[in-house]
DNA sequence: CGCAGTCGTGTAATCGATTCCATGACGATC
DNA sequence: GATCGTCATGGAATCGATTACACGACTGCG
């Protein structure tokens, strides 16, 4: 592979010419601009940016760690992110912890092993020592989605608290009053908040939230499964469940029809995060949907400003409630298009 | 951030010695090892993978160039990848498409710029100079799921051949005798394969199959909705619509819903690629599961085997049918799980 | 006791870029 | 015509690692 030296040694310039053709500083003189860029022409040249980055110590190049890759929902916020990043000059390395805190450190210690520019976070846990250690050496870094109380960093999240009163209204409007939650990991913050959403908008229709009501999952479709079998053990098995992702809604649609009971007749489903399939699953599903593109756009803003000198701030965007069908009666008209979703609020 | 010279410096030694303390080189006296590894400690010293990678023109990383993210099959096989990568001693970096030649050819050019070791691709298109260069050049590669034919590159996929056969003996023992496909693009080798192997399937059963029941699409949901509108407008609609992907079995799904129709009364439906939802659809999706796991993982060692100089082999595994609900009559009995897919073959 | 071989260590070259500084040519100004 | 500034260019240092080579100390053997 052609290196700079080779294009030099081609074009009869020092290398330092070429560096400067290649980053077009104003003083080469036509000729010589001429020479190189037909050399590099010639020999197929294209830059070593390791080397590149190394002198400059800048890799242009951003971190993601992601909570679970397979999850539609990050998938998408992974897909936004890359985007927006593109746009802006940076490329993205991904790293899927797949809700394992032990894999999410893997992955921070090896981005930071290659010198990304900044880090983008939607951590699994609390914080372990690494993060904390990255935070203090002031990586530029920004939580998305998910964030750790305590530390200095830019957080860019839906707030999700208006769409659970939505729908815990909707749901007291068809009736329901045994509500069931099933809990994402109480390390994380979305694990938590949504269980404190759901109790506090229960409780403004004087419902209570019992423990044998809040199932304790960890975003995977496995745990919602398991969550549900349990409640419908119950001896007075609750009329709703509420699942606090889209996967454990996945594993608690499995649970419901392993046990040849049907939605929402024996049990009632909505779920946090809205995706495609919900249109066409049976019956489709009632879910809080969030401006996913929106967040991971903003993320990546916040994240650059913050390693280009600026404030970089924190951002949270509104999410909203999609009626459909898995809670009970139908809203009132069907959803006008299969494309777009209608919103009540 | 510290430096091996900083190290260096505070463990009394040369660099050097660093350095062999840290690729474990044998020659290297306890006394000396002991007071890097503390100097290592207190400094909280990371080595810099990009000074290591220019020196060592390794970067221990793989660029994967997938189709489509978005696209479930993809997410799951760029899962796997990382997963085997990672256990070989890799990191990888994703480069999504998008099913655009000219994303795919800024991605490669991209991860050849950042010197990966190697490049896992599933091709957009037939081949842009710029991959065909890298061929040339030598850059050890491997396509996965999609191929560039005439190129001396090895390939992992699955062959879905016997798989479509199943699906038609299926289909035409429900009675179902107008087929149609939504084909994928043509510059694709999937794109081309399905279709092939559906017409061949057919073909045993002394069916036809029309240009008019061959719509194209680009395996995006849109294009699976335009194709099945045209389809249901024909003034002999199909009886039965094959998607040559999940995605675009989506869009035929919104299309069939926003005619008021249903699946598979007025329309029967099938797919390729099978994913998890499609057992919760309203009907559960009769679909061609591929292995996709062992795709990626085979992919990765095919691979790793052209890096490290031995020869990386070709693999071509079955796709298998997966009888569900959404063309006719339910199967003798009922999937035995929700976590488990039947296969009839 | 002397010589060869081994072992631990340091010096310095190297990877491929960027960039500071020096230099020479040339034009403008007084 | 001397002086100064500008411009194009090249030489060399530098980023942070790895590694070939040199060297001194020590061991073992004849």
Redesign the interface.
């Known amino acids: 592979?052609a290196s700079i030296k080779d294009v030099a040694a081609e074009a009869g310039v020092s290398v330092a010419t070429v560096s400067r053709v290649l980053n077009d500083h104003p003083s080469v003189s036509a000729e010589a601009r001429a020479r190189v860029l037909a050399a590099v022409e010639t020999l197929?040249y294209?830059?070593?940016?390791?080397?590149r980055?190394?002198r400059t110590a800048q890799?242009h190049t951003l971190g993601l760690v992601i909570s679970d890759?397979?999850n539609?929902y990050f998938?998408?916020l992974?897909?936004s992110v890359?985007e927006e990043a593109?746009a802006l000059g940076y490329?993205v390395?991904?790293g899927?912890a797949d809700e394992r805190p032990d894999l999410q450190d893997?992955h921070v210690?090896?981005l930071?092993?290659?010198?990304i520019d900044g880090l983008l976070v939607s951590p699994t846990d609390g914080g372990s020592p690494l993060m904390l250690?990255a935070v203090r050496?002031g990586t530029p870094m920004v939580f998305v989605d998910r964030w750790i109380p305590g530390v200095d960093v830019p957080v860019v999240r839906a707030d999700g608290q208006g769409a659970v009163r939505d729908l815990v209204a909707h749901l007291h409007g068809l009736g329901h009053r045994r509500l069931a939650i099933i809990a994402g990991p109480a390390a994380t913050t979305t694990g938590r908040e949504r269980v404190e959403a759901f109790r506090e908008a229960l409780g403004a229709y004087g419902l209570e939230l019992p423990d044998a009501y809040i199932g304790q999952g960890d975003f995977q479709?496995d745990s919602g499964?398991r969550v549900t079998e349990g409640f419908l053990d119950l001896p007075e098995p609750p009329e709703v469940v509420f699942a606090a992702d889209n996967l454990m809604a996945?594993g608690a649609?499995?649970?419901v029809?392993?046990r040849g009971l049907r939605v929402p007749d024996d049990l009632a489903l909505a779920a946090f995060d809205d995706i495609?399939?919900f249109?066409?699953?049976?019956?489709?599903i009632t879910a809080i949907a969030q401006p996913t593109g929106e967040l991971g756009r903003a993320a990546v803003r916040a994240l650059v400003d913050r390693i280009e000198g600026r404030p970089g701030e924190s951002v949270t965007l509104p999410a909203r409630l999609v009626v459909r069908r898995s809670c009970g009666e139908p809203p009132a008209s069907a959803e006008p298009?299969?494309?777009t979703n209608r919103s009540q609020s």
Do not use: F, K, Q
């Open positions: 592979m197929g294209r830059p070593n940016a390791v080397a980055s190394l890799t890759v397979m539609p998938t998408e992974a897909r890359e593109r490329s390395i991904i899927n893997h210690r090896n930071l092993d290659r010198r250690d050496a479709a499964r996945l649609l499995d649970a029809r392993a495609r399939w249109v066409h699953t049976d019956p489709p298009s299969p494309a």
